[in-house]
């Protein structure tokens, strides 16, 4: 347990639907992150945000669209997915920007059809 | 950014000591050498982390190469539950604006042999 925890653990979803997932941390950090692990391919950073503040979008399209309401929630929301979109979602907490540990949630396994 | 090169997969037998290595030939005097692993069907998970000196934890060792070129994770006594993909990577402190970001590679799996 590592205190940062993701829900759902599994979404298949058809490409005209619209989902969220969550992210919730339990750990009194500052900073959020949201992490895309495609199969085969090296976990790559899609966002950040640091005091609710988004300060990174890594070049992600448009048809993935962060939240962040508070230090402690995270959200991601999807619409109008790719089959290439699948893969599994990681969310990370730290204590702020800086090379500061990061602690993983378990990710979100996205089945797009 | 400095770039760090590691074996594709490893193999260790229960109980036994396992060394892995990582090589980063261009890494810069502000760059911290940290080790993450990600266990099968789980987020990644913080190991270690040095910079200069060797470093001794719960979970590991990190021994670091005087001329910092090289570096070896140390799992003292390698268990089932140590078998995953253990990525070595660079981080800046010198730069504030994007020393958070973290870089992985693809790793090195490591499979336990009970």
């Known amino acids: 347990e590592t205190g940062v925890t993701q829900t759902p653990r599994h979404l298949v979803m058809g490409m005209t639907n619209k989902k969220s997932l969550k992210c919730e941390q339990h750990?009194?950090?500052?900073?959020m992150y949201w992490y895309k692990q495609s199969a085969k391919k090296p976990l790559e950073l899609m966002f950040v945000y640091n005091f609710k503040e988004q300060t990174e979008n890594n070049s992600v399209p448009s048809r993935f669209s962060p939240e962040c309401p508070n230090s402690s929630h995270l959200f991601l929301h999807l619409h109008t997915l790719q089959p290439e979109d699948s893969a599994l979602y990681l969310c990370a907490s730290s204590h702020g920007t800086g090379p500061y540990e990061q602690y993983f949630g378990p990710g979100t396994r996205l089945t797009v059809t | 950014d400095a770039k760090t090169t590691q074996p594709n997969s490893m193999e260790s037998n229960e109980e036994e000591p396992v060394h892995l290595p990582c090589n980063h030939s261009?890494?810069?005097?502000?760059?911290?050498i940290h080790w993450y692993r990600q266990l099968p069907s789980q987020g990644p998970e913080y190991v270690i982390h040095g910079l200069t000196s060797n470093v001794n934890n719960r979970m590991a060792s990190l021994a670091i190469a005087e001329d910092r070129k090289s570096s070896t994770l140390i799992l003292h006594r390698a268990t089932l539950r140590d078998a995953a993909v253990y990525y070595c990577i660079l981080r800046d402190g010198s730069k504030v604006d994007s020393s958070y970001k973290l870089i992985f590679g693809s790793g090195t799996r490591l499979l336990v042999r009970p």
């Open positions: 261009t890494i810069s005097g502000t760059d911290y």
């Open positions: 750990l009194g950090h500052n900073a």
